[in-house]
Every structure is written in C-alpha cells, then in structure tokens.
C-alpha cells in the first residue's frame, strides 16, 4: 500500500518509531486475550496503513478471508481502511463503520503530544441479525465472489454479534489500552527494553522471508536461541498453533498467490513454496483450502 505523507506535525519525534509498536510482545499479549474472549481479530495499524502487524489471517472471519484472496475484495478493503483511518486520525475519535461484507470495524487512533502513533483496530462483527433485504444488498456487492446459496447466511451465522453496551465496553478497553501505550511509550528505559525483537516474532519473520527453503523446527529453535520443547510450546501460546502449521500455512498463503498470478505449473509453484513432495503439497492445500491447487487456480482464474 503506497505510503500517505505526513505533516511535520504527525511525525515522530526523533529516536522513535510508531512502527516499533507493532512488535512489542504485549501487542501479540492482548491480542491472544481479546481473540481468546471475544473471538475477535486485534490489530495494530502503524502509520503506513499496512495490516496484520499482530494479527495473522487465521483468525479473521472465513468470508473476510475469501474477499481478500481476490483483487477486486482487496481493493475495496485497502480503500475501506485508508478512509476508516484517515478520519480516525484526523478526529482523534474512535471510528466504526461497516464494510461492503456487512462486518463492523472499530478503528481507535492512539496520539501522544499531537502526534499521531496509529491505531487500534477491532473489528469483523456485526450489531445485529442481517435481515433477509440487508444479505440480498450484501450478495450484490459481493457478486464478484460468486459465493455459493447459503454461503453468506453460514458466514453470518458464524459471525460474532456485538450489543450496543458490548461494543462500547470494547472501545473503552481499547481507549485504555492505548492510554498505557502513551505512558509506557514516554520512557525511553521501557522502549530500550524491547529493542530486542521477541524471539517468536523473529521466529515467524524467518519462516516469511525464508519460506522456499529447507526450515526445520530444530533450525528455527536455533535461530532464535531457545530449546526446541520451549520454542514449540512459545510459539504455539502465541501465535494459536504450532510452529509446523504456521510455516504450512504460509507457504500454502504463498502458493495462492502464485497460483493466481502466475503461469507456473503445479509442481513448480509447490517445490518454489518450500514443498518437495508433490503428494504432500496436494494434500496440505486441499486440506487448508477446501480445494486442490488445480480447482483453486480455475476458479481465481474464471473469476477476475
């Protein structure tokens, strides 16, 4: 996403950098406890705009997933987002608005001295039951999808409904969440305690950067200088599985990708995603897809 200017009075001062926040391990702490709790994606949104800083994919609600996986769904969620932020941002007050999904989004803009830090994001919920009219208007905006019948009413069936005191109850948590990030974030003593990167976080950007190649659980325990038994039972406290599922789970993000915007052939695109068993890669994707990589490929394809 193409980065916005900004004014010299929303930059941050010097020796400091909001994007740090995102990779400060009580960020993932509160995420873990608002997912485990609420069933709710938290993330946080640095001042580029990008997403996901600690919040993986695996918990976003499955039709968020889908919309995404397409460039059209994207593009109305990357425009969505600059716009819920633009306002949060320029008011300086919470933000929830709903998505052409249907799902509701609370968008809290955190600021110290003027400066604006980012936002908190809390959101793929909705405020009540769609009516029968409200899904028929949300088929239509989403007809790029060609979602299946009843695909949309099981999506909605699954999706967390918040109450009026609830969502307020949430936002004022999220207010007071923010408020200990401009405290803490005052003291340069607290900042230096985490100029080392947690060692998941390092974990999990290893496997992103290295993804097409060899990675062992015993090479990455390694890496980041834990035992293999501490590293396993870490990284599956606080990313929500283990170490093996996430790097299968990237590498099957990986090879969607390819698949749709790639001519490569199947057992080219698996062995580029780290993957050298075919066999093994058909059933992965099958599994974490619903679908193999060739009924995947066809349906993106017939579907621009």
């Known amino acids: ?25 009580f960020l993932f702490d509160y995420h873990d406890a608002f997912y485990k709790i609420f069933h709710l994606p938290l993330d946080w949104i640095p001042t580029d705009n990008s997403t996901f800083t600690i919040c993986g994919k695996s918990h976003c609600n499955v039709l968020c997933n ?12 990357s425009e969505l987002l600059e716009k819920r932020v633009e306002t949060a ?7 929830v608005t709903s998505c052409h999904a249907g799902f509701y989004d609370a968008v ?4 110290i001295n003027n400066v604006y830090l980012g936002s908190l994001c809390l959101g793929q919920f909705l405020k009540s039951k769609p009516t029968a009219r409200q899904i028929q ?11 299946r019948p009843g695909a949309l009413e099981r999506f909605y069936k699954e999706t967390r409904i918040l109450g009026k005191s609830e969502l307020e109850g949430l936002i004022e948590l999220l207010q007071m969440l923010g408020s200990y990030i401009c405290e803490t974030y005052n003291h340069r003593q607290f900042l230096a305690s985490f100029q080392q990167s947690d060692p998941i976080t390092e974990a999990t950007k290893y496997i992103q950067n290295h993804y097409a190649q060899s990675i062992t659980i015993d090479g990455l325990a390694h890496v980041v200088c834990m035992s ?5 039972h870490r990284f599956s ?16 993000s990986q090879a969607c990708e390819m698949l749709q915007k790639s001519k490569m052939t199947i057992a080219l695109v698996a062995e580029a995603c780290g993957f050298s ?3 093994h890669f058909n059933r992965l994707f099958k599994r974490y897809m619903g679908e193999t990589p060739m009924e995947y490929r066809n349906r993106s394809t017939s579907n621009p």
């Open 237 to 252: 406290e606080q990313v929500g599985y283990s170490p093996l599922v996430y790097l299968n789970r990237y590498r099957i």
């Open 1 to 25: 996403m193409k980065r916005e200017k900004e004014t010299s009075s929303q930059r941050q001062p010097s020796g400091h950098k909001p994007e740090e926040l995102s990779e400060k391990a």
């Open 137 to 147: 208007q949300v088929k239509k905006r989403l007809d790029f999808l060609k979602l």
């Open 277 to 279: 068993n075919i066999t």
């Open 89 to 95: 941002r320029r008011t300086g007050k919470p933000v």
């Open 228 to 232: 293999k038994s501490n590293f396993i």
């Open 66 to 77: 889908c919309i995404m996986e397409s460039e059209e769904g994207m593009r109305l969620c």
């Open 108 to 111: 809290i803009p955190i600021t």
